[in-house]
């Protein structure tokens, strides 16, 4: 017989935040050629970091989340940033508790980003060599309006100051085009992902209560 004390119907309220971090899949391949064409080694992901916080109204979820990161690969004369970052509103529902795990669906409404930066690498390291041999660097973006879907649960223990927050997140990056710093377009825009996939931990402190 199923235990009823195990699966419950209450909801949970009040409000928590904290600490987010995470790791994204890079999945650009139109870098990571370029990458290997000059001799560097391929970007697989990126740790992401950033700050959650949500409102728990019974079964619904309120709140926001914003994070980042970037990573760097430097070859013999080529060195190349490649970071992501978002920010997002987001609203969910808890489909059932169990005991202290709550299943969560989100979507988040915001903006989301690629940034690639590319520069020459600094060869000399004594005070005339950096007047005479200064990195140059070109950077550009591409990004905007994003939606966000996640699926994951929290883990809130009644009565406990510390609770857990798992997803699993497609970030959308629905424009395609590549900008420089002064808003103009690369002349030809290579092939690009509409989105990527992210895993991410929060760790929530708050004050929250179970109820029906």
Do not use: H
Not at 132 to 157: A, H, K, V
């Amino acid at each position: 017989m199923l235990n009823l004390m195990l699966i419950i119907v209450t909801g949970i309220y009040g409000g928590a935040g904290g600490y987010t971090i995470g790791y994204a899949k890079m999945n650009n391949q139109s870098i990571n050629s370029k990458m290997i064409e000059y001799g560097l080694s391929e970007i697989n992901g990126l740790l992401l970091n950033g700050g959650s916080g949500y409102a728990f109204i019974n079964r619904i979820i309120i709140g926001g989340s914003g994070y980042g990161g970037s990573v760097r690969e430097t070859g013999d004369s080529l060195s190349v940033k490649y970071g992501v970052g978002g920010g997002y509103f987001e609203i969910g529902y808890i489909p059932l508790s169990i005991k202290s795990l709550f299943p969560v669906i989100i979507m988040g409404i915001g903006g989301y980003s690629e940034e690639l930066v590319i520069g020459n690498v600094q060869r000399r390291s004594d005070w005339n060599g950096v007047w005479q041999y200064f990195q140059n660097e070109t950077r550009i973006t591409r990004g905007g309006f994003s939606l966000s879907p996640s699926i994951g649960f929290i883990f809130y223990p009644q009565k406990f100051p510390l609770g857990f927050m798992f997803v699993v997140t497609y970030n959308t990056i629905l424009s395609k085009t590549w900008k420089f710093d002064s808003g103009t377009e690369l002349s030809d825009n290579p092939d690009v992902p509409i989105g990527v996939f992210s895993f991410k931990i929060t760790i929530l402190t708050g004050g929250v209560k179970y109820g029906k």
